[in-house]
Structure formats: C-alpha cells, structure tokens
C-alpha cells in the first residue's frame, strides 16, 4: 500500500513539475505547482510528518501559490514570447542532467550505507514533539525567523510603493 | 518492494534538476521564481526523507525554518516583480540586466 501511495505521489509531482517549467502561461505554471505541494504534501504524510504536511499545504499551496496566482492576475500576465537560443536551451537541460547525473551517482555510490527503515515511537512528527524542541534547543533561530519575516513585511510594502509618491507618503 | 531512504532521495534529486532546468531555459521573471520554489521543496523533501530513517525529528524542525525563508523569499521576490513591471512594462529577464555586465 506505502509502495503504491509513494509511486503514485512520485510520479503525480515529477509529472506536475516538468508541466510548470514547460507550460507557456504562467498562470498554468502556478496550478501545476498547486498539484506537485500537494502531491509532496502527500509524501510527508507517508514520511510520518503530519505537521510539516499541514503547513505545506497552508504555507505553499495555500499562501505562496495565492501569492503567486493573485500577482499573475492583477498583472494580468500573458504568455511571453520567449525566444531563446537552441543552443542556450541545449545547455540548460545538459547543466540540469549532469547535476541530476552526479547526484544520482553519488546517491546510488552511498545506497547500501543508508540508514534503513525502523519503527518510530507514536510521538514521531506529533506536534508537541517538534513544538517542544522548536521553543528548547531552537529558540534562538525561530526569534530570528520570526524578525526575518518582519523584514520581508517592510521590504515588500516598501518595494511597491508608487516611485512617484514622493517624499509625502501621497498614497 | 519496500520503500527506501534512497527511493526518496532520488525523486528529490529529479525534482531539483527539474527546478534547475526550469531556470535556465524559461525567460519569464514569474516562471523562474516558481522554479526556484521547486527546488526549494525538493530540499525540504530530503530533510523530511532523513529526519524519517534516522528517526530523529530536527529534520522536521529545519523544514519549518526553510519555510519561513521561502515565505519571506517569495514576499520579497513577487514585490520586485511587480516593480519591474511598473518601471520595464515587461516579465522578460532580459529586461533586468542592468547588473550582468
């Protein structure tokens, strides 16, 4: 049954990626990326990791692709004309496949050496578990993140303010 | 055929080739943003996949981090965007390569 699930999620997210690196409309592009953050959310939950499946279904598919989509509409985005060089074209899937290489080579050198799967206590994943250790050993980092975010707050509000507004704040 | 840590490794590996692919051949700002999401999630997949078959749960942990950065990222990212297509009137890359040269 876990093999069947993680097949079909496996295939469902390569699938639903390559169709948003090649799909011409952005708009698209943003629903495939919907289907390969579910389909990841999906393996998460096969990898004991309800939690992070929640909130990759919140932060992604719900507060990124929004993002993404609401950006494309307001826009009102068309299918650019992308001319590119076959030669160009060439070189970026041979860069991507001598990466995909490299990393296949080295997974599959290590394979036998990989740790195999054992049974997990109940807590494993549980929210309390990663909460307890976020707000312990982690405290430090989640403040960080936590200005981080406030930073990405300003830096954006600031970013698309109108160039003209003046020294006033007009609008 | 049970499933393995490395069954889960190399599907992050295809999906980050896929993601690199997806910025170096596409033009289009919004379209390259979206693949570097890609990668993003493949490497998060990798810290879900290990945390698992160590049975240790600071993978977890790291995964809530790398999502409050690709938040920010994307924040960030879609507002430079939307000034670029204030100032050039276009989502070409071609058309922000003031820095390049």
Same mark, same amino acid.
């Given at each position: 049954?876990?093999?069947?699930?993680?097949?079909?999620?496996?295939?469902?997210?390569?699938? $639903? /990626? +390559?169709?948003?690196?090649?799909?011409?409309?952005? &708009?698209? #592009?943003?629903?495939? %990326?919907?289907? *390969?953050?579910l389909c990841l959310a999906g393996l998460y939950v096969l990898l004991a990791a309800?939690?992070?499946?929640?909130?990759?279904?919140?932060?992604?598919?719900?507060?990124?692709?929004?993002?993404?989509?609401?950006?494309?509409?307001?826009?009102?985005?068309?299918?650019?004309?992308?001319?590119?060089?076959?030669?160009?074209?060439?070189?970026?899937?041979?860069? $991507? /496949? +001598?990466?995909?290489?490299?990393?296949?080579?080295? &997974?599959? #050198?290590?394979?036998? %050496?990989?740790? *195999?799967?054992?049974?997990?206590?109940?807590?494993?994943?549980?929210?309390?578990?990663?909460?307890?250790?976020?707000?312990?050993?982690?405290?430090?980092?989640?403040?960080?993140?936590?200005?981080?975010?406030?930073?990405?707050?300003?830096?954006?509000?600031?970013?698309?303010?109108?160039?003209?507004?003046?020294?006033?704040?007009?609008? | 055929?049970?499933?393995?840590?490395?069954?889960?490794?190399?599907?992050?590996a295809v999906l980050f080739s896929i993601g690199v692919m997806g910025v170096l051949?596409?033009?289009?700002?919004?379209?390259?943003?979206?693949?570097?999401?890609?990668?993003?999630?493949?490497?998060?997949?990798?810290?879900?996949?290990?945390?698992?078959?160590?049975?240790?749960?600071?993978?977890?942990?790291?995964?809530?981090?790398?999502?409050?950065?690709?938040?920010?990222?994307?924040?960030?990212?879609?507002?430079?965007?939307?000034?670029?297509?204030?100032?050039?009137?276009?989502?070409?890359?071609?058309?922000?390569?003031?820095?390049?040269?």
């Amino acid at each position: 049954m876990e093999t069947i699930l993680f097949a079909a999620f496996a295939l469902c997210s390569i699938l $639903a /990626a +390559l169709l948003t690196i090649t799909a011409p409309a952005p &708009i698209a #592009s943003a629903l495939y %990326l919907v289907v *390969t953050m579910l389909c990841l959310a999906g393996l998460y939950v096969l990898l004991a990791a309800p939690f992070v499946a929640a909130i990759q279904v919140i932060v992604y598919a719900g507060a990124v692709i929004v993002l993404i989509l609401f950006v494309i509409m307001l826009l009102n985005l068309k299918p650019i004309e992308e001319r590119i060089p076959a030669a160009w074209r060439i070189a970026g899937i041979v860069i $991507a /496949a +001598l990466i995909l290489m490299i990393t296949f080579l080295s &997974i599959m #050198s290590v394979s036998s %050496l990989l740790p *195999t799967a054992t049974t997990l206590p109940e807590t494993f994943g549980k929210v309390n578990e990663i909460s307890g250790l976020l707000f312990s050993k982690y405290l430090y980092a989640f403040e960080v993140v936590s200005v981080l975010l406030l930073l990405a707050v300003v830096g954006a509000v600031s970013l698309i303010r109108k160039p003209d507004a003046g020294g006033t704040d007009a609008n | 055929m049970q499933i393995e840590l490395t069954h889960y490794l190399l599907l992050t590996a295809v999906l980050f080739s896929i993601g690199v692919m997806g910025v170096l051949t596409r033009k289009n700002l919004i379209i390259i943003l979206m693949s570097v999401e890609l990668m993003l999630n493949a490497v998060n997949l990798t810290f879900v996949a290990v945390a698992r078959f160590t049975a240790d749960i600071t993978g977890q942990v790291l995964v809530f981090f790398t999502m409050c950065v690709a938040a920010a990222e994307v924040a960030v990212g879609l507002a430079i965007l939307i000034s670029i297509w204030r100032h050039r009137g276009t989502m070409h890359i071609d058309s922000v390569k003031l820095l390049k040269w």
